[in-house]
């Protein structure tokens, strides 16, 4: 089992106003001033993302069950269903990682929201969500590294909630990790605190690839992402 901790600054994450206003869906010829300057203000702020971390722990003993399309990770059942089961059923290993980007800056938003201001609240949590989608990118891409030095490869990466998996078994996934494991707790309803961060699993092996993001494996039709993730 090896496990890797990963401390990111922003700066790391090439994160850009750009970046931004196209998740909130702002095109060429839009007025975007208001957001612009909310959007400045934010990424200005001292020490809003001093808190981006990631971990994750590679685990060996892993079983696929094709009777139920079942996936057993070091003792512990998850019901990933058809979709999951069929772009990770190559792995002869599965790395599962945690990732946030803080406590602050989904405080920020709720304070805003609770101010009368859910432009700003709205223009926080959006970012949050940018934040630790690219710091997960990044952990994912030293994983990357490191599997691809011993002749492997990993698969994209998929968390609970997503593709028909359950988001109740992140108490299972949790089950596989320390406690406070990236400094995240979850709370009875399978809801992570903070609250901008991910989780998930990664397969490896020799056999396994990377397929661009496809959103017709996905059934959340309201993702802020929806057709525009790549890699």
């Known amino acids: ?6 401390h990111f600054d ?21 007025d975007r001033e208001i957001v612009n300057n909310v959007v400045k203000d934010l990424l200005n702020e001292p020490g809003l993302f001093r808190q981006i971390r990631a971990e994750y722990i590679i685990y060996d003993n892993i079983e696929f069950v ?8 070091n003792g ?24 946030t980007a803080g406590e602050d800056i989904g405080i920020r ?3 805003a929201m609770s101010d009368g201001d859910p432009l700003t609240g709205y223009i926080y949590d959006i970012t949050g969500s940018i ?14 590294k490191q599997i691809s030095a011993q002749g492997k490869k990993i698969t994209n990466r998929y ?14 996934l949790f089950r596989l990790v320390p406690d406070n494991f990236c400094g995240i707790k979850l709370t ?32 959340m039709k309201d993702c802020a992402y929806r057709e525009q993730k790549g890699r």
């Open 1 to 6: 089992m090896k496990h890797a901790t990963f």
């Open 188 to 219: 009875e309803s399978a809801l992570m605190d903070p609250v901008k961060s991910v989780s998930g699993v990664i397969g490896i092996g020799p056999d396994v690839r990377y397929n661009p993001y496809r959103c017709s494996l996905c059934d």
């Open 159 to 172: 968390s609970p909630g997503y593709c028909g998996w359950d988001v109740s078994e992140q108490h299972k």
């Open 10 to 30: 922003y700066s790391d994450l090439h994160v850009d106003l750009k970046q931004i206003e196209n998740v909130l869906g702002y095109g060429e010829g839009d």
């Open 131 to 144: 934040i630790v989608d690219a710091a997960t990118d990044l952990m994912q891409g030293e994983l990357e």
């Open 109 to 111: 938003s709720r304070k």
């Open 66 to 73: 094709s009777s139920d399309k079942s996936l057993n990770i």
């Open 76 to 99: 512990i059942n998850f019901n990933i269903n058809k979709i999951l089961f069929g772009q990770l059923k190559k792995a002869g290993s599965l790395a599962v990682f945690l990732c």
